[in-house]
């Protein structure tokens, strides 16, 4: 298994659908990251969750929710999305130790279209 | 007219030539580096970091190097290869939250044959 698994790859939905991504980390690490790259901006943080906690929302809409059960699954949950949502959505992960984070691991992204 | 897109720097080098990528950070507070490779269709790989203790790392054919008076960090690419081609990006570790990342635009770096 690779370190950060992500699916699907690739979804395509419309916007009054509700779909979900999934993301397990096989790294034993004590945080985890949702990330949206668009094509308009740089990296983008979207949630921080530590040991299942969530730390941090990056103003994002409520449209996304994020669920996390337990430190190795990430789940972020799509409801009534836009086209401008459409993004490469990635998960990360890592190891925080005494409030510093080590480097982020990626998965490979699941790629969204809204229609 | 809207940007349909970022127009990301592009560096094109002759293979094994050596590679520059510069990247200009924007909190002086940070205190924690990283620089990411991207390959198409893939997500970011970890490259090399750097802490704001030190002004250079080696890695295997990459070297960072940190100015924090002027908030510049740099990767240097050794006998670019093919497979080096990919957008590199920066990341710093935004203080006081230890926990957000912010990455910069990046850079295309094409290796021509």
């Known amino acids: 298994e690779t370190g950060v698994t992500q699916t699907p790859r690739h979804l395509v939905m419309g916007m009054t659908n509700k779909k979900s991504l999934k993301c397990e980390q096989h790294?034993?690490?004590?945080?985890m990251y949702w990330y949206k790259q668009s094509a308009k901006k740089p990296l983008e943080l979207m949630f921080v969750?530590?040991?299942?906690?969530?730390?941090e929302n990056n103003s994002v809409p409520s449209r996304f929710s994020p669920e996390c059960p337990n430190s190795s699954h990430l789940f972020l949950h799509l409801h009534t999305l836009q086209p401008e949502d459409s993004a490469l959505y990635l998960c990360a992960s890592s190891q925080v130790t005494g409030g510093n984070t080590g480097e982020l691991f990626f998965g490979e992204g699941s790629r969204l279209t809204v229609l | 007219g809207e940007s349909v897109g970022l127009h990301l720097p592009t560096l094109s080098v002759q293979e094994g030539d050596n590679s520059i990528i510069n990247c200009a950070y924007s909190?002086?507070?940070?205190?924690?580096f990283i620089w990411y490779k991207q390959e198409s269709g893939k997500g970011p790989q970890f490259i090399i970091d750097i802490r704001s203790n030190m002004d250079k790392r080696q890695g295997q054919r990459v070297t960072v190097l940190l100015n924090k008076t002027v908030k510049h960090l740099s990767l240097q690419i050794a006998a670019t290869q093919p497979g080096d081609s990919a957008v590199y990006f920066c990341a710093e570790n935004y203080r006081p939250d230890g926990q957000n990342f912010v990455f910069g635009p990046g850079t295309r770096l094409s290796v021509l044959p």
């Open positions: 790294l034993g690490h004590n945080a």
């Open positions: 969750y530590n040991f299942k906690e969530q730390t």
């Open positions: 909190n002086s507070a940070s205190d924690y």
